[in-house]
């Protein structure tokens, strides 16, 4: 009975076999290999469409061209929607469109990513100043100038240090701008450049020694630059140094005539040295000069400034500034100075409250007239 079941089995052939089964081995290999490379090829596409977006994004945004680039960066997210470079740009063109919260959701997701980023940072601190939240815009600033950059960092941080000092004054922040100038001037170094501009904001703190020292050193590596003698003059100026501003005035008027600014300060500087009697070292006769030249000045300046002429000496007294000035005028002489202090002191109390008065009601007058402003505020109880 074996014998006969046998007769039925199939013939078995193990060469075929592996052969088929070798066969379907490789073609599973090649079908593999073929996805594999149309996937590559397919990502490959994304990223090359991606890129190609982008960088029409970028040159939109250069240009200005704000809603192109929106557009642009909107196609390039659709092949590569996690692209940190892309979200970048895209806030970047909404912010050129005037779009600040729609910039500032991307710039957020950005920000929770890489909260060191500095050009985020910095952009959200844009926002925040546009928004008048000045907590979040010092914050955001902050954080940028302590940031990680691409490229030149120093720079950067620098920049946005600037930017930063600029904003606190334009929201009249001027002590927090003070500290911000003063990190920044041991950043900028000696380039004569940064150290006028350091000077400026100086002078806009009113932090007229440290602007003065700025601008000094500016001139250190170019003694004819206009810009650096005109703001180390008005630093003088303003410190109330006359004899020292009006060295550096002089050199600047000179570097260029048509600095009507300098020449300004420079003609009251100048004032200032002539009608002061209390300056050091003054002869007797200089200083009787400079009594009778601020007396005469305070009488001028009634004769231009009727309002102070009628303005009375005491409030509710007839006696008025114009008859206490006629009245003292026959004792101003340098005799009756030599011979008597009182004069002297009743004369320019009397010179200084004229010109006070007048200020008050006719507004500035010549610069022998703000001299004698400005020597009161230095000497008046001396």
């Known amino acids: 009975m074996l014998k006969a079941f046998?007769?039925?089995?199939?013939?078995?052939?193990?060469?075929?076999?592996?052969?088929?089964?070798?066969?379907?081995?490789?073609?599973?290999?090649v079908l593999f290999i073929g996805v594999t490379a149309l996937s590559r090829l397919f990502y490959t596409q994304q990223d090359d469409l991606a890129a190609r977006w982008s960088a029409r994004g970028a040159a939109d945004l250069a240009a200005a061209r704000f809603s192109d680039a929106m557009n642009d960066y909107r196609a390039?997210?659709?092949?590569?929607?996690?692209?940190?470079a892309i979200q970048l740009g895209m806030a970047e063109a909404l912010i050129g469109l005037k779009r600040p919260s729609e910039a500032s959701a991307y710039l957020v997701n950005l920000w929770q990513a890489q909260p060191e980023n500095g050009v985020v940072n910095r952009e959200l601190a844009r926002i925040a100043a546009g928004e008048n939240n000045s907590r979040g815009a010092l914050r955001y600033y902050h954080n940028a100038i302590y940031a990680i950059w691409s490229g030149d960092a120093e720079r950067q941080r620098r920049d946005t240090r600037w930017e930063l000092v600029r904003y606190l004054?334009?929201?009249?922040?001027?002590?927090?701008a003070?500290?911000?100038?003063?990190?920044?001037?041991a950043e900028v170094g000696e380039d004569p450049g940064q150290q006028i501009e350091l000077g400026h904001y100086f002078l806009?703190?009113?932090?007229?020694?440290?602007?003065?020292?700025?601008?000094?050193?500016?001139?250190?590596?170019?003694?004819h630059n206009q810009a650096a003698l005109a703001g180390a003059?008005?630093?003088?100026?303003?410190?109330?140094?006359?004899?020292?501003?009006?060295?550096?005035?002089?050199?600047?008027?000179?570097?260029?005539?048509?600095?009507?600014?300098?020449?300004?300060?420079?003609?009251?500087?100048?004032?200032?040295?002539?009608?002061?009697?209390?300056?050091?070292?003054?002869?007797?006769?200089?200083?009787?000069?400079?009594?009778?030249?601020a007396f005469?000045?305070?009488?001028q300046r009634l004769k231009s400034c009727p309002a102070a002429a009628r303005a009375p000496m005491v409030v509710g007294a007839p006696e008025t500034l114009n008859d206490a000035w006629t009245k003292l005028?026959?004792?101003?002489?340098?005799?009756?100075?030599?011979?008597?202090?009182?004069?002297?002191?009743r004369a320019l109390s009397l010179a200084f409250r004229i010109e006070r008065q007048a200020v008050s009601q006719c507004g500035s007058g010549s610069s022998a007239d703000a001299a004698l402003i400005l020597i009161s505020k230095l000497h008046e109880g001396s």
């Open 6 to 29: 046998s007769k039925y089995r199939l013939p078995i052939h193990p060469r075929r076999e592996l052969v088929m089964l070798v066969s379907i081995t490789g073609l599973i290999i």
């Open 233 to 293: 003059g008005a630093a003088a100026f303003s410190m109330g140094d006359y004899s020292r501003a009006r060295e550096f005035l002089q050199t600047a008027v000179k570097e260029s005539p048509a600095d009507r600014e300098s020449q300004n300060l420079l003609d009251v500087a100048e004032q200032v040295d002539q009608l002061d009697p209390y300056r050091r070292q003054i002869s007797d006769a200089e200083r009787d000069r400079a009594v009778i030249g």
């Open 169 to 176: 004054l334009g929201i009249k922040a001027f002590a927090q």
């Open 329 to 345: 005028e026959p004792q101003v002489t340098a005799r009756d100075l030599r011979r008597n202090q009182d004069v002297v002191n």
């Open 204 to 223: 806009k703190v009113q932090d007229n020694q440290r602007a003065l020292a700025a601008f000094r050193l500016s001139l250190h590596a170019d003694p």
């Open 76 to 84: 390039s997210l659709r092949y590569a929607p996690d692209s940190s």
């Open 296 to 299: 005469q000045t305070a009488g």
């Open 178 to 185: 003070q500290s911000e100038l003063i990190a920044l001037a």
